[in-house]
């Protein structure tokens, strides 16, 4: 990304992570939160981009904020890497007000956006060496290649790497300051199967290490693999917050059942249901156990199979997207949208 194009944030933003070494040395911050937001807004000439957050969040904790295009996901964000004012609203990151301890917060967070314009002729561990300079207590270079596993790309340049593995040097270069808190801008959005679940291990090692990490995530089961909690924002308001297995009383929804019958054969009333087009029957429960259990004994019973049985609940996916109200919208199937650009941000 190089440092942002200006003129977009209040201030544009360095690469990577951190201040440069020689900033305030600060002991821990105070307090349980690493994040604690109460009442924050936001307006930019009349529009009204955050309205009254509150937000929290705790040290240690991997957190996923979600929301559609325009909910105010990156003027938020913004605002605690101390890149945005505010208009009101109290916000402390690690203890410090992003806006007036600017420099304290900067040397203990990590910000990595959707991908790092470094110099395309230094190796790996060149770059990683570099950016370890700019910070008074840098992790060391190596440790912090094993951490994000380009062990076996130290040497390569970085024009040889793979947008994966690209994408991993974002992430050392966030790490190498030693933050406390790291802001990750759609971790793996491009990526294929196998290297998406490779960088969630890289995330889920950055909780092991006790890092704070808040996620703007492009896809739902991201958050959902990765998020210890959640916030849905809509037109800049928390509309809900929870685990992903909570969010919107999830786990409280009635749970579908499904299955397909050969034939004509025709299980007791309330484990029928109607057929759909494909030819599944389906019904709703509430005791999915005790229904279950009445399904295949019936099954066994008249000796039938039921194909392709199972069980469903909605998705977190489905949640966010009754809770955004984007079921019907046209963004490209629902998934929340990128928070942050590398390139071509809102002016
Ligand atoms: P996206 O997912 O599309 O990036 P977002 O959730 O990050 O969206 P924000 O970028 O915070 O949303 O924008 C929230 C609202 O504020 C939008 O209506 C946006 O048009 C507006 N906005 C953001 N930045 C500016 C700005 N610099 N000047 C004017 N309006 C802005």
Known sequence: MNALPGGTADEARAPGTAGPAGGDAQPEGEGPSAVHVRGLVKTYSGVQAVNGIDL??????????LGPNGAGKTTTVEILEGYRSRDSGEVTVLGFDPARQRARVKNRVGIVLQSVGVEQYLTVRETIT?????????????????????????????????????????????????????????????????????????????????????????????????????????????????TPATLGNRELARARVRYRLPGHAAPPGDLAGPVQPDGFTE?????????????????????????GLEVIRPSLEDVYLSLTGAASGDDGGGQPEPARKAHGRKA
């Open 56 to 65: 929290d969040i705790r040290r240690g904790e991997i957190f996923a904020l």
């Open 130 to 242: 570099m950016y370890a300079g700019y910070f008074p207590q840098p992790r060391p270079v190596d440790e912090v290649i094993g951490l994000v596993g380009l062990e076996d790309k130290s040497g390569s340049r970085v024009i040889k790497l793979s947008g994966g593995q690209k994408r991993r040097l974002d992430v050392a270069i966030a790490l190498v300051g030693n933050p406390e808190l790291l802001f990750l801008d759609e971790p793996t959005t491009g990526f294929d199967p196998s290297a998406r679940h490779e960088a969630w291990d890289v995330i889920k090692n950055l909780a092991a290490l006790g890092k704070t990490v808040l996620l703007t995530p492009h896809y739902m089961d991201e958050a959902e693999y990765l998020a210890d909690r959640v916030a849905v924002i809509a037109a800049g308001r928390i509309v809900a917050e929870g």
């Open 283 to 307: 019904f709703t429960s509430e005791d999915v156990t005790q229904s279950l259990h009445r399904l295949t004994g019936w099954a066994i019973d008249t000796g039938v199979s039921l194909d």
